[in-house]
DNA sequence: TTGACATGCAACCAAATGGTTGCATATTGA
DNA sequence: TCAATATGCAACCATTTGGTTGCATGTCAA
């Protein structure tokens, strides 16, 4: 668990696999195929990233066949959140990011 | 803002970084010289890593004298935790944390 | 003023990273 | 069966990264 923890990181300091972390926010079940459009990569620099992103847990995969579907994992991410942000931080931080956010609607 | 993202990823995606933002939050104010306790590396290397925390916005500093003191900043990682994690995933993923935490203790 | 202490800056190097190309394997449908 | 489709694996390469050494700058105290 502990050993792991490294893999996160390292997995969500590339902004292509964040990218692919968002678009599996959105919707999940999608193919590496699925995932390939939109990045001008090859589909062999995608799918590298997507074995990074398993290993490190925040992505796991069902295999359909000869399609293999992803979904996104979020649990990695909330331990990185109680890490760095104790109890009392918490209400004040949310506070203050949902301030900025009501500013920016206002705009 | 947006620019910033990808620094505060680069930034957490190293262990002797996220070392020192561990030390920053248990005490905040420590110099250059005392964070460099407990590193097995230069002096040098140490303030490279400050300067990519400073330059993440996850560290601040102020320089009083010949000394240099330094903070941290839990913003980033508020607005980490917001990006991937919704509103109702919230409330099970802080609860499975919390379960997670609890059989931790009993053992 | 001057030496000691705390930090800043730059050049350099080995290793890791992100991407490519090329080929192999496995499943589906006609 | 056989061609098309979807993915897997490996070798290779340019760039970035994390560390070093060496020297410069700035501040405190005697």
Redesign the interface.
């Known amino acids: 668990m502990v050993a792991d923890e ?1 893999k996160v ?2 997995a ?4 292509s696999r ?1 990218q692919l ?2 678009r599996l ?1 959105t919707r999940g079940g999608l193919t590496l195929g699925e995932l390939c459009q939109g990045h001008d990569m090859t589909r062999q620099a995608v799918a590298k990233h997507l074995a990074f992103l398993e290993a490190a847990n925040l992505v796991v995969s069902v295999k359909q066949g000869r399609v293999k579907l992803h979904y ?1 994992n ?2 990695p ?10 109890k009392f ?1 918490r209400k004040q ?2 506070a ?2 949902n301030l900025k956010q009501a500013l920016k609607e206002e705009e």
């Open positions: 490294d990181f390292k969500l300091a590339d902004v964040r972390l968002d926010r996104l979020p649990v991410i909330n331990d990185i959140y109680m890490r760095w942000i104790g931080e931080v949310q203050l990011f």
